[in-house]
């Protein structure tokens, strides 16, 4: 009886379909932005600011996904010895299909960057603050 639960069980696991999710890691490019994953943490470039991903990118059945992280921004001219940057929570939303993925931050102001058009492996085309 036990050998025939454990038979039905394993034709039931085996017309189930498990989808993996995307693989979020590596680099990533866009106009105005640049993302390095790993371990679906992540760093973020943009023009004139940058940000940290602190939760893991765990996109959903159609590669939406949500997370956590901070937001900097940036300024012009040379950083000075001893210079404070604060940052401030942001959170992170987009799609990925295949090797692109679009991205929106939400700054904890209710200011909104984006939407960005990101490529795997793709340079960032990130113009630096003068």
Not at 81 to 92: C, E, K, L, N, P
Not at 112 to 125: D, H
């Amino acid at each position: 009886m036990k050998r025939l639960a454990l038979l039905g069980l394993l034709a039931l696991a085996s017309c189930a379909t498990v989808q993996k999710p995307p693989n979020l890691s590596g680099r990533w490019g866009g106009q105005g932005i640049g993302l390095l994953l790993e371990g679906g943490l992540g760093q973020v470039q943009y023009d004139c600011a940058s940000g940290t991903i602190d939760s893991a990118i765990l996109p959903g059945a159609e590669g939406r996904f949500t997370a956590e992280g901070t937001h900097r921004a940036g300024q012009g001219g040379p950083v000075r010895v001893g210079q404070i940057f604060t940052s401030s929570r942001a959170t992170y939303a987009g799609r990925v299909q295949g090797d692109q993925m679009e991205l929106r931050v939400a700054l904890e102001d209710g200011n909104v960057l984006g939407p960005f058009t990101l490529v795997e492996g793709a340079e960032p085309q990130i113009h630096r603050c003068l």
